[in-house]
């Protein structure tokens, strides 16, 4: 097994860890959440003691296994970056960057404008953001249905949890972020770019990624 980055990879998972994380950053500041592992993460830091980064880590482990077995060692080498990148400067970030005033709303539009646009990265470098992302982009390659909407429907379930914890109002502008969230991803990704960050590089723009 080969493992090495590109200048062009690491800057693409670095861009890519530092949106999802500001991402998290702007929702957790006005008390929402989101779909998939990093929803999960932050409902329970609402609940626990703990804060986001270190459950963020916790629930991915599972699926880093998943990754290893289905995408190659690749791929879950640069996902386990892209979590622990996450997890760290996520809490960094809420050390750090603190809002005097940030309505629901303008929440729900850039964390999940930013969390979209930081997924979009690292899928396009050959990496996930962990968890239920990984079963997404498996699941585009063998079936071609679109890991945006199975992250949709994985959401669902997420926020159906969320309702017994956020008002009324959190969960509806929560949804609505995780909506800008998986449609980013939805309209500018496609399977045919992982590993490559271009469409066709290399290969037929239609072709599935080769495993590595």
């Known amino acids: 097994m080969k493992f090495r980055l590109s200048a062009f990879d690491i ?3 670095a861009f890519g860890i530092v949106m ?3 991402g998290v950053l702007f929702l957790k500041s006005a008390g929402l959440v989101t779909g998939q592992t990093a ?4 409902l329970l830091s609402y609940l626990l003691p703990l804060d986001f980064g270190p459950l963020f880590f916790l629930i991915g482990v599972p699926f880093l296994v998943l990754a290893w077995v289905k995408r190659g060692p690749v791929f879950a080498l640069r996902t386990i970056i892209v979590v622990v990148g996450v997890s760290i400067v996520s809490d960094v970030f809420g050390r750090f960057v603190l809002f005097e005033r940030l309505d629901a ?5 850039l964390g999940g404008a930013s969390s979209g ?3 979009v990265a690292v899928f ?12 997404g982009i498996i699941l585009e ?4 249905f679109k890991a945006g909407w199975f992250q ?10 969320s309702a017994f914890v956020l008002s009324p109002s959190q969960l509806a502008y929560s949804f609505l972020g995780a909506l800008i969230t998986n449609f980013a991803v939805i309209w500018n990704f496609d399977v045919a770019q992982s590993a490559t960050g271009r469409p066709g590089y290399g290969r037929p723009a239609n072709s599935p990624p080769p495993l590595q």
């Not at 709303?105 to 539009?109: E, G, K, N, S, V």
């Not at 949709?152 to 949890?161: I, K, W």
């Open 124 to 135: 396009r470098h050959n990496a996930s953001a962990g968890g239920m992302t990984i079963l």
């Open 39 to 42: 929803g999960i993460a932050l």
């Open 117 to 119: 646009i930081g997924l």
């Open 141 to 144: 390659q063998k079936t071609g």
């Open 11 to 13: 800057q693409g998972l």
């Open 152 to 161: 949709l429907s994985v959401d669902a379930f997420v926020f159906l949890a």
């Open 20 to 22: 999802i994380s500001l």
């Open 105 to 109: 709303p303008l929440a729900a539009l």
